[in-house]
Structures are given as C-alpha cells and as structure tokens.
C-alpha cells in the first residue's frame, strides 16, 4: 500500500501495454474517473483547470474575430431535429431521447443535444430578416451527448463531452468561407502554442464528412498505439440547413436569398490527446503553458527542518506568479514526493537541501527530461521563465517528429496493410466509391480515410478496385 497522500505510480510502460497504461495514467495522476452512467467520465479539477485555460484562450479569440457566446437549450423536439434528412440520418443511432417527465408521458420526444443546429436555426429563422441582420456569428460552450454503443474511453470517446460549437450565418458563401481560414488559425494557435501539439489539416472525403454539411475540414493526431485522433473541426454546410429551416433575409436589391453556414469545434477530446502524446512511463507530462501550477518546491530532509521550510515558503512568495507549490508532508520520503508530482505532471521541481540553503541556491529538475541543473536564488525567475519555454518547444519538437515519423505512402493494397500494421498514418490512392472506403475498413481491421491528401493521384489506380484512383488520401485506424 501506498502512504496516504501518495499514488502509487504506473505499472506498466507505455510501449508495452498502452491501453493499461492510459487507464492508469488518467485515474492515477487524477485526470477523470468513471461514473456510475456507462461511458460517461468524471473530469477531476487537474484537468477540467486544464479544459477552462484552452476555452479560455479560444473564447478570446473568438470575440476577437467578431463571434458572440450564447446558450440554447440541451432539449430538442424531435420535430425540429426531423427537418434536416442528412442530418438526423448522420446522428439518429446516437440520440438520447426524453420520453416521461415525472409521471407524464411528454407528447413529443425531445432529443438531449448531439449538436445544436437544430434548436439553433429555428430562432436564427426568427432573427434573420436583412441582409443588415448579418453576419449572425453565435458560439457556445457546453455540453453534448452521442449514445456511443463503441467501447468507450476517457476523453477520446465518450457518451457525454464538453466542446465548443459555433454557428455562424453569412450573407455570401465568399464569407462563410474566409471564416474557415480563420478558424483554423485560432484552433491551430491553441493547440501549437498551449498543448504543444502539431496536427495534419485537411479536406473529409463525401463519406467521412459531418451529416448535412458540403464539406468538413479537421485537424488530426497521431498517438503511439498507432491510432489517429480527430481534432478541431470546421464544417461548411452551404445552404443545407438554410433551405431546410427556411433561414432567408432580403438583400440589398430587395431580393431573397438564403444564409450560407458554418460550424465548428473542439472538444475536451484535445486533453486526451495531449496527455497521450506527451506523457511517459512516470506519469503525466503538461505543457507549461497548460499546467495549472507550474512548479513544485520540495524541501530535502530528514525530519522537520524548519530553516528549510522557512526558505521554501519564501521561495514560495517570491516564485508565486509560477503558481507553486512546497510539499511539506513528512509522512513520506522525499522520493516518494519526486515520484508523486512526477506522476501528477508539474513542469518543474525545485529541490531544496541544506547545500542549496547554504549556497543560496536550488537544484532544478525538468519534468520532460529530468535534466536537473544548480541556480543561484537571484538567478531562479529567469531560469524558471527560459525552462518552461524550453519544455514546451521540446514537447513539440518530440510530437512533430512523432507525428512525421508514421506517415508513409503506398501504392498498393499488400502495402497498405503492412503499414496499418505496423501502426502509421498511410497515404494511398483512392477512388470516391464509398464500397471501397467501406471494403478499405474490413481488410484493415478498421482504418479508414481521414482526409484528402494535396499529393496528385493522376495516373494512379485505387488500391481497393483498380480503377482510377480521385484523389490520395491518409489512412489510419481511429477512435
């Protein structure tokens, strides 16, 4: 047994056993936990702190760029969710629905929110009468759920998730289409410069494309189990939803005219890809610009110093724009503290002994690398400051070489299943026939197309039908 207060660390590696390794990751260094309602998860403070500093810095820019918070209801009748045929044809398997309240039969189902486009659009048809009612740009930070009868797992899928999901509404596709660059930009923003997570962008095939839009574009991931992993997204829906609940305006000429749409999103699907790509066989690894404390200030002694917890608490003051914190449990020992905050993932770890308080010093230890260097205390907030950039640019360098390092190109189907199985992200040519994406999934024992590749496929011939082959596209086995 373990002191109380300590986790007892992981106990199998991370290229051996990945699955164990990510259940004991996330409940060990106090990530999520299971609740009693199947494929749900509890997001514990460490990393729901983690989740409102990535909304944060995304709702920023979102007003930024002009787009507004607001909040519909998590019920939708099923009338309003019938209107769009693509649409409730993409999401009905997943629906939850609320058919008693009380002791009362409901005259009408109501669906517990998938999306929102639904109970949305019928007040954007109310609001939207001109052209100077536009652009209508609303976004809001909530909750979803998707009754997923896959086997679930933390973050990366769950029956319920929090995310963002944005609506916006224009008066010409040229707008509606010059927001999806700019939405790339600030999702890309937050998880090259918060997470420290690079990702590959592209274009959804007709089959892999969000129900009821013209098209979707997403970010992917790669993690080290060989799966890829969907991340933000931005969905152009055309006129579908317009036509479909009659979102008109009368433009500048007196004529009427049908909105052009937009969604998008992110979801708290990103922590379980950060936390995948960056930890190891410790524990948790956080990007400093993520981590809600960012160092950790251990006095090494014996029993009770009190000349050392007097400088740690100094310290303490001195470093609080760090957010840190002194371990002074003295009911375990001073490994055991190393290993407990290297499990839970803090950036830094100051190490303060009677040599270092003698020679007005500390010893600091790098989370990522357990690189541990001497700094003079006058010399400690500028070492601190250039040590988490150094942590962060080194995370992103690893997860780029990570990520570039499991793509590769192949030209027949004998390749192509060499490659899944040795677990990378595999270009090849494709033919649009959707069998063949269905066929590409069967003899793969699940991979699929994940976005449409710039590379030229002319003269090239489908893997799956020999036919000429539309398009290359990245292939790899998902969540």
Known sequence: MSPVGVSKGISVKKEENFSQWYQELILKAELADYSSVSGCMILRPRSYAIWEKIKESIDKDFKEAGIEDAYF???IPQSSFEKEKEHLEGFSPEVAWVTEAGNRKLSERLAVRPTSETIMYESYAKWIRSWRDLPLRLNQWNNAVRWEFKNPVPFFRTREFLWNEGHSAFATEKEALAEGKI????????????MALPGLYGRKTENEKFAGAVFTEKFHYYIQNGRAL????FHHDGQNFAKAYNISFLDKNGNRQYVWQNTYAISTRMLGVMFVVHSDNRGLVIPPRLAENKIVIVPIASGIDDDLLKKAHELKKILAEFSPIVDTRDYITTGEKFYDWELKGIPIRLELGQRELKNQEVTLVKRNTFEKRVVKEADLKKAISETLEE?????????ESLLNNNIEKAETKKDFLKLIKAKKIVEIPLCKNVRCEENLKEISGGAKPLFISNYDAKGKKCIICGNDADYYVYAAKTY
Do not use: D, M, R, T
């Not at 939405?183 to 918060?194: G, R």
């Open 183 to 194: 939405l790339k930009q600030i999702y890309q923003k937050c998880c090259e410069e918060l």
């Open 391 to 399: 942590i962060h640019n080194e995370l992103f360098k690893n997860a």
């Open 73 to 75: 209801p998590v019920f």
């Open 230 to 233: 969907e991340g933000p997204s």
